[in-house]
């Protein structure tokens, strides 16, 4: 499996916009879940995201909250997580990140978790919801950073300059840049205001930036261009599974794909 950076490497070696997708483990089910990160490398996904489900992701919209529910209802742990983590890292070639909040990882105990996180392979996490004020008495970017893992920031349009600057002197791999102030879920089109907050963005770091929250067609992703590295989708994804199947899901990314080369 690659690192973020090398993978970041060949993104920017072929001149385009690199694709992150994000799942919900356990949803549909863990089978299916599996089989869609395969599904995804081959239509050419570079990073993929892999959701602990929780029961109130706060960051989430409806989508992707009632597929929270669906694996919390098919009994998905934090360990069945970290075991499909371990299967996926053997199979695929692309980095592969937790996504989740915090609550499930403080329970599990964080440096235990981290520990786990690395031994399966994941390549970084992303939990928006842990801010860097109760790193003091939590210490989640200390066992990160033991664990090499990348910590993925999120930052919005609503972020304060001292936070922006706080945030990305901590961050690795790349920082993860919501689209819009507010949760996921797809929309007709972005923004005006998401390409002023990139070059802002643009001149605070030399690290990658990803947008995600309402990324949802190829037009979208066109739209990005010369703002950001790579294009994060979630919520469209998980609605085609709900229309039409796992296996539909294929074609839609090569879609995406396409339209990320510059």
Excluded: W
Aim: glycine letters at 6%; charged letters at 25%.
């Amino acid at each position: 499996m690659r690192s973020i950076n090398e993978q970041i490497k060949k993104i920017r070696e072929k001149k385009k916009i690199g694709l992150m997708t994000h799942v919900v483990a356990g949803y549909p089910s863990l089978e299916e879940t599996e089989e869609l990160v395969l599904l995804m490398e081959k239509a050419g996904v570079d990073f993929i995201e892999i959701q602990i489900p929780f029961s109130d992701p706060i960051a989430d919209g409806p989508t992707i909250m009632k597929a929270n529910d669906k694996a919390l209802e098919n009994k998905v742990t934090i360990e069945d997580v970290l075991s499909l983590m371990q299967r996926l890292t053997k199979k695929v070639e692309i980095p592969l990140l937790f996504m989740g909040y915090y609550n499930s990882i403080f329970h599990y105990g964080v440096e235990k978790f981290c520990k786990k996180a690395k031994k399966v392979g994941a390549q970084g996490l992303i939990i928006p919801d842990i801010p860097l004020d109760e790193e003091t008495h939590e210490h989640f970017v200390r066992y990160s950073n033991e664990n090499n893992l990348c910590n993925i920031r999120v930052l919005s349009p609503t972020s304060t300059d001292t936070r922006i600057t706080a945030n990305i002197k901590i961050a690795k791999g790349f920082v993860y840049c919501t689209a819009i102030s507010g949760t996921t879920g797809t929309r007709s089109q972005l923004d005006p205001q998401t390409s002023k907050f990139l070059q802002k963005m643009r001149k605070s770091t030399n690290l990658p930036l990803a947008v995600g929250f309402g990324i949802s067609s190829p037009e979208h992703i066109k739209a990005l261009i010369g703002f950001a590295d790579i294009a994060v989708v979630g919520s469209a994804v998980i609605q085609k599974i709900e229309q039409t199947g796992v296996n539909s899901v294929k074609s839609y990314i090569r879609l995406l794909v396409k339209a990320g080369m510059k």
